[in-house]
C-alpha cells in the first residue's frame, strides 16, 4: 500500500487495536481493549529535546534513534506485525477546506483538481506530497473538500520506527483531524490548539471543518494566539455569516485563565476546555483521544 493509499482521513477497516500520536515533546499511546465497553490502556513516552523538528518543510526526525527506542518501549509483539493509526503533528501538513461550484466523479480526475487548487498555498512540491481529501456535505449546491497534503519524505521518516518495530501504519492522519472528534455534534464551533510555538485554530460546522490554520508563534504570548484567533472569527462571520458560538481550547496550561479573559472580552463568546470521555485533552494527546472517542461511537 503506497503513502497515497493510506494518508487518509476515514477508517476503511477494522480500527487498529494500537494506536500512537506523534508529538514534539513526546509519544502518547493507547492500547484498546478487545472487550467493548472498557477503556483502553493510555500513556506517554517523553521525547529528549530536539529529537523532533516539526516543520512542513524538512525531515522532522533529528534523533530516529531515540524516536525509535520509545516506540519499541511501548510494547514487543514478538515478531508479530500489526497494525496501527499513527497521528502526526499538525504543523508537519497542510490542511485546507476547498470549495467547488462543481467537481468530476472520478477519483483521480479529483485528486488532479484539488492538487491543483492547493499548489499556490503550500510551502511544498506537491509532486512529492502524499495527498487525500474527503468531500463533506453540504446545504448549498456546492461541494465542499477537506485535503491534507503533506510531503511523501515526512510521513516516511514518521512511519519508520513503526514499522521497524513491527507495526503497519494502515491509518495515518493529523492531531487536529482526529481532535474534531472531540468537538459537540452541532453548531458552529471552534478550537485552538497550542503545541510548544505552534498554534493550530478550527472551525467547524459539528465535526467538520470549515477553516483550519496551523503556524508557528513568533512568541508565545496570549496576544500572538489572539492574533490568530481573532481574524479567524472575522473570516468565519464575513464567509458563513455568523461566528462560532464558543471555542474550545487545549493545549494552553497555566495560560488558559488569561487567555479565556481575552476571548471573552474581545469576542464576547465562551471558552471551555476540549474534554474526552478519557480525560481532559492535551496538545499531545488530542488527536488520540478523538481518534478513540470516534471507535467508541462507532463513527
Not at 192 to 202: D, E, F, I, N, P
Not at 263 to 292: C, T
Amino acid at each position: 500500500m503506497g503513502l497515497l493509499d493510506h494518508f487518509r482521513l476515514l477508517v476503511e477497516d477494522p480500527p487498529p487495536v494500537y494506536a500512537f500520536e506523534v508529538a514534539a515533546g513526546g509519544l502518547a499511546y493507547a492500547v484498546r481493549s478487545p472487550r467493548r465497553g472498557h477503556p483502553p490502556e493510555l500513556g506517554f513516552r517523553p521525547f529528549s529535546p530536539d529529537t523532533l523538528a516539526v516543520s512542513p518543510v524538512r525531515d522532522n526526525v533529528v534523533r530516529p534513534e531515540e524516536f525509535a527506542a520509545e516506540v519499541k518501549a511501548v510494547v514487543r509483539l514478538n515478531g508479530r506485525r500489526r497494525d496501527a493509526a499513527v497521528i502526526l503533528p499538525d504543523y508537519s501538513a497542510r490542511i485546507a477546506v476547498l470549495d467547488f461550484d462543481s467537481f468530476p466523479s472520478a477519483r483521480e480526475e479529483q485528486a488532479s483538481l484539488v492538487r491543483f487548487r492547493m499548489k499556490k498555498t503550500v510551502p511544498f512540491d506537491l509532486d512529492a506530497a502524499a495527498l487525500n481529501f474527503h468531500v463533506q456535505k453540504t446545504a448549498a449546491k456546492k461541494f465542499e473538500v477537506v485535503a491534507a497534503v503533506a510531503l511523501e519524505e515526512i510521513v516516511a521518516r514518521y512511519e519508520a520506527p513503526f514499522r521497524a518495530a513491527g507495526f503497519i501504519p494502515g491509518f495515518v492522519t493529523t492531531s487536529v483531524l482526529a481532535a474534531m472528534d472531540l468537538m459537540p455534534a452541532d453548531g458552529l464551533n471552534a478550537l485552538a490548539k497550542l503545541g510548544g510555538r505552534t498554534l493550530t485554530v478550527a472551525v467547524c460546522e459539528g465535526r467538520g471543518p470549515k477553516l483550519v490554520r496551523c503556524l508557528e508563534l513568533g512568541e508565545l504570548s496570549v496576544a500572538e494566539v489572539m492574533a490568530v484567533v481573532f481574524p479567524t472569527f472575522a473570516f468565519a462571520e464575513d464567509e458563513l455569516g455568523r461566528r462560532p458560538s464558543r471555542l474550545l481550547a487545549c493545549g494552553f496550561g497555566d495560560a488558559i485563565g488569561e487567555f479565556r479573559s481575552a476571548v471573552e472580552s474581545d469576542l464576547r463568546v465562551s471558552v471551555e476546555p476540549l474534554r474526552s470521555p478519557l480525560g481532559p485533552a492535551e496538545a499531545f494527546n488530542a488527536g488520540l483521544l478523538g481518534w478513540l472517542a470516534a471507535q467508541e461511537e462507532g463513527r
